[in-house]
């Protein structure tokens, strides 16, 4: 099957850096990858859709300008957490997608982050 | 808006029984159905999915699902549990037109933990 790989699997930084998670399509491409967010204990939030060539699209809730994402290819795709703080410590966790027909989800392992 | 419950948060359960995971959801229009599987510190893995068709669906790992469309379920089965079944299974929707796929709407998960 597709397999997607996303790098660090954890990290951890100091309050006011930033970090980049790359999420990467080892065997096909895709234009359209995922990013979604999962807190302890709980489900999947989808944070935003990573499209090659164009802006991405935020959900109602995400900042924009904390979570910068950039799709620069048909294989990558990444997600700044500017400024980190505590509160931005997460399982951040990247989906692309298959084309054709519905079009499968195959989900990266997940990257965690705890900021201190 | 689709939204999905999952009623059990956790199921604990001896290996070798039988199981199921319950998932029930609501929608106006027809809808695609997933279970994902995510073990510990890992992404999610497409168990099985209904999409259209026969409402029994059989998956991987020896898990079936049936779609009942007058009881809008679409509970998880395995006749004989794995102590390597022990996870946190995640029932999904999404609607087969309009909006993107990564627009998975998640149950909050249930635990799986399987004793010997």
């Known amino acids: 099957g597709a397999v997607v790989s996303q790098h660090p699997s954890w990290v951890i930084c100091k309050s006011g850096t930033s970090v980049k998670i790359e999420c990467r399509s080892l065997?096909?491409?895709?234009?359209?990858m995922f990013w979604y967010r999962q807190f302890p204990k709980q489900s999947l939030m989808l944070m935003a859709t990573?499209?090659?060539?164009?802006?991405?699209?935020?959900e109602q809730g995400v900042e924009k300008d904390k979570f910068l994402i950039n799709h620069a290819s048909l294989t990558l795709s990444t997600l700044t957490v500017t400024s980190a703080h505590p509160e931005d410590s997460s399982f951040y966790i990247c989906?692309?997608?298959?084309?054709?027909?519905?079009?499968?989800?195959?989900f990266g392992e997940g990257s965690r982050l705890t900021v201190l | 808006a689709q939204s999905v419950t999952q009623l059990d948060s956790q199921v604990p359960v001896f290996e070798e029984a039988p199981v199921e995971l319950r998932c029930n959801y609501s929608?106006?229009?027809?809808?695609?159905l997933f279970w994902y599987v995510q073990y510990p510190n890992q992404g999610l893995q497409l168990l099985l999915k209904?999409?259209?068709?026969?409402?029994l669906v059989k998956g991987i790992n020896g898990f079936e699902a049936e779609f009942n469309k007058s009881q809008t379920s679409f509970h998880l089965r395995k006749p004989s549990v794995h102590i390597s079944d022990t996870a946190e299974y995640f029932c999904?929707?999404?609607?087969?037109?309009?909006?993107?796929?990564?627009?998975?709407?998640f149950g909050k998960g249930t635990k799986l933990s399987v004793k010997p």
């Open positions: 999904a929707v999404t609607p087969p037109y309009g909006g993107s796929q990564g627009n998975l709407i």
């Open positions: 929608s106006s229009v027809s809808v695609y």
């Open positions: 209904y999409l259209s068709g026969s409402t």
């Open positions: 065997d096909f491409q895709a234009t359209t």
């Open positions: 990573s499209n090659e060539g164009s802006k991405a699209t935020y």
């Open positions: 989906s692309a997608i298959l084309a054709g027909g519905p079009g499968e989800l195959f």
